[in-house]
């Protein structure tokens, strides 16, 4: 069993900065891309930002320069600092971790509301 926990979110205003933790416990093998989802209300989950296994980095062309991530393979977490927060960023935002040599095994948090607010 794997458990991703994550932590952070909350309500601030625009222009305020965040930052999102992400802890992967559990049967941890070859960790594989990690990287953070958003969801906002009525809409399809999308990619956020990703740190790949190869050490590649992509992000949403919506957060580039807004938003860096982080990950740390020895302690298995994988970190989203967001600044410059605008309200369309408001979403639930989920951790995702996928581990083994293909990528196979893929895991999501329960996901951490940000809502960006004036």
């Known amino acids: 069993q794997v458990q991703l926990v994550e932590s952070g979110g909350g309500l601030v205003q625009p222009g305020e900065s965040l930052r999102l933790s992400c802890a992967a416990s559990g049967s941890i093998f070859e960790l594989n891309d990690m990287g953070w989802y958003r969801q906002a209300p009525g809409k399809r989950r999308e990619l956020v930002a990703v740190?790949?296994?190869?050490?590649?980095?992509n992000y949403a062309d919506s957060v580039k320069g807004r938003f860096t991530i982080s990950r740390d393979n020895a302690k298995s977490t994988v970190d989203l600092q967001m600044n410059s927060l605008k309200p369309e960023d408001t979403a639930v935002y989920f951790c995702?971790?996928?581990?083994?040599?293909?990528?196979?095994?893929?895991?999501w948090g329960q996901g951490t509301q940000v809502t960006v607010a004036s």
């Open positions: 740190f790949t296994r190869s050490g590649q980095i």
């Open positions: 995702n971790v996928k581990m083994g040599r293909w990528g196979s095994y893929d895991y």
